[in-house]
């Protein structure tokens, strides 16, 4: 009789050790590549005792079409464009959060963007991360002077020796640089301008391609230069091959942000609020910031104080005030002159 009690009472635990690893709670995410680092995800995860689900998208298109293919409560956690928040407000897709909850003080004052993620006096979204579509090259491979003037990097001096990162808005604001048009002056009457820019960079271009097509072609020598690369390119194949690198040119550069919010409709807000605080806290963001998947500037200055000297020679952190001066947010188009810059971009591509 205790042989079969002490079975049992073994039996009960397993059972009850079971039902707690099937209860364990979960968060699903929709995300960028950075954010499926284990380094960054396994300690909040061991933290609240969460399972986090993440899923891996491309493009805020790709994201609204996923979210409205699924039920309210599905996704818990959304990264988006900054410049895209906006668009996920309208949509009724992001819940407001507690702006007093988020560490903003502690942030590089330009990438706060409140005008990015503040909809009508309420906080939906918070920038965790940032850098610049610029121009990455290898330094072993072409002049680097020539590096520092937009016009010689789409040169015939290398044609066929460069490729063009595949995303219209950092690209066209790149061209709009180079003719001297501010990004946030874009209009439809600088499109002819702008398209014989991009035609002049693609008939020199070797390919168009996305992250890891472009860092592969720039790792194996198929191409030296990419027109919309930056740290976020080169940073992670630093240690290897030091002379893939990257700058700003004379006349500027496109500067990226990306926001992450909490879902309108989430079944675990409070969790997954405390997934967005710990993201932008200085631990998740030195995480972030050093991805497997790319390296990017954190939004909070104080992950300074955690990132290794090597870590913020390779971000190039002293840097950051002269390239935030420097550089422009992404063009931001209503809706009507977005489809004329997507319609410009396919008629680019096609050439």
């Not at 493009?59 to 079409?65: F, I, K, Q, V």
């Not at 820019?197 to 693609?202: D, E, G, S």
């Not at 002269?322 to 009507?336: E, F, G, I, V």
Request: aromatic fraction near 8%; include cysteine.
């Amino acid at each position: 009789m205790s042989s079969r009690l002490l079975l049992c009472l073994g039996t009960t635990a397993l059972a009850g050790l079971a039902g707690a690893a099937a209860a364990q709670e979960e968060l699903n995410a929709l995300v960028w590549c950075d954010h499926t680092d284990d380094a960054l995800i396994a300690p909040f995860e061991e933290a609240h005792g969460v399972t986090v689900n993440l899923r891996e998208y491309e493009g805020t298109g790709a994201a609204l079409a996923l979210l409205e293919q699924s039920r309210p409560g599905d996704w818990d956690v959304l990264v988006i464009d900054g410049i895209d928040v906006f668009r996920a407000v309208e949509a009724g897709l992001l819940a407001e959060l507690p702006a007093d909850a988020l560490p903003t003080g502690d942030f590089f004052p330009e990438v706060v963007m409140a005008e990015n993620n503040i909809v009508d006096g309420k906080t939906y979204a918070v920038t965790e991360k940032f850098g610049y579509n610029t121009i990455s090259y290898n330094a072993a491979k072409v002049d680097p002077a020539d590096m520092s003037d937009l016009s010689a990097v789409w040169s015939e001096k290398y044609a066929g020796r460069l490729s063009i990162y595949d995303y219209y808005l950092p690209v066209m604001g790149l061209a709009a640089i180079a003719g001297g048009i501010p990004t946030a002056e874009i209009g439809t009457d600088d499109l002819s301008a702008i398209g014989e820019t991009l035609a002049t960079m693609r008939s020199r271009a070797a390919s168009v391609a996305g992250v890891v097509a472009a860092q592969t072609a720039l790792a194996t020598g198929e191409v030296d230069i990419v027109v919309g690369g930056g740290e976020w390119l080169t940073a992670v194949l630093a240690e290897e091959q030091p002379d893939l690198t990257w700058t700003i040119p004379e006349q500027g550069a496109v500067r990226w942000a990306q926001s992450i919010g909490v879902l309108e409709g989430s079944e675990k807000p409070d969790l997954a609020l405390e997934f967005v605080k710990y993201i932008v806290s200085p631990e998740g963001q030195a995480r972030l910031a050093t991805s497997s998947c790319f390296w990017g500037m954190p939004a909070n200055a104080k992950a300074g104080d955690i990132l290794t000297d090597a870590q913020k020679a390779v971000l190039r952190w002293d840097d950051q005030p002269d390239y935030l001066s420097r550089t422009q947010l992404y063009p931001a188009p209503d809706t009507d002159l977005d489809i004329e810059m997507q319609d410009l971009w396919l008629d680019t591509l096609q050439q």
